[in-house]
């Protein structure tokens, strides 16, 4: 059941949440022509997606601003949610997905830093987002990683913690912020929303 707080006036509040379940294929895998293979949502992904735009309509008319990560499956799922939120999202590769080895600590690994230069372009792009819209409330699609990205970012999470975190699909994190400052994180783990009243 979805709880309400009260919206207080020149805080900012994001709405992050992951996408729907998406199809593991070898063929997506396989195709090295794209940084960005075309994983689309599974059946139950879609079913998922439409599910999680119904539980978000009462917010429609309260979101100021709709980000997306321009991977398929996130895409997707911000296109459900979007027909109920009556708004379009804005696509962007700074929200793009990476991989979980970020969370050890396997500095000698190649791919390590590879990732890490996508995780600090991702808290970059966060920043930017809640500095050009302060006061007001936004709502962001995007993916497992990128989201424990933010979450140990802005709550100092240890990798121990980040690792144990299993941000599932659909799940929804609401956050509010003096600026670029976390004030409070209302929920993790959750598939119904915290409701914005005020």
């Known amino acids: 059941m979805a709880k309400t707080i009260r919206r207080e006036k020149d805080k900012t509040y994001l709405y992050l949440i992951r996408h729907a379940h998406f199809i593991l294929s070898p063929s997506a895998h396989s195709d090295h022509s794209s940084y960005n293979p075309p994983i689309p949502l599974s059946k139950k992904g879609n079913i998922e997606a439409k599910s999680l735009a ?28 979007a027909k109920t939120l009556k708004m379009s999202p804005i696509q962007t590769e700074n929200l793009w997905e990476f991989n979980k080895l970020l969370w050890t600590r396997k500095y000698y690994h190649p791919k390590w830093w590879k990732h890490w230069i996508k995780h600090r372009r991702t808290i970059r792009a966060i920043d930017e987002i809640l500095r050009n819209h302060r006061g007001k409330v936004i709502l962001i699609v995007a993916h ?9 970012n802005k709550q100092k999470l240890s ?4 690792r144990n975190l299993n941000y599932k699909n659909c799940y929804i994190t609401l956050m509010k912020f003096d600026g670029t400052r976390l004030e409070k994180t209302y929920r993790i783990n ?9």
């Open 54 to 81: 119904k539980r978000l309509f009462p917010l429609r008319g309260k979101i100021d601003v709709f980000y997306c990560s321009s991977m398929k499956r996130a895409n997707q799922t911000a296109k459900a949610i």
């Open 144 to 152: 497992g990683n990128v989201i424990k990205g933010i979450l140990k």
């Open 159 to 162: 990798l121990k913690k980040i």
């Open 190 to 198: 959750a598939k119904n929303p915290y409701l914005l009243a005020g």
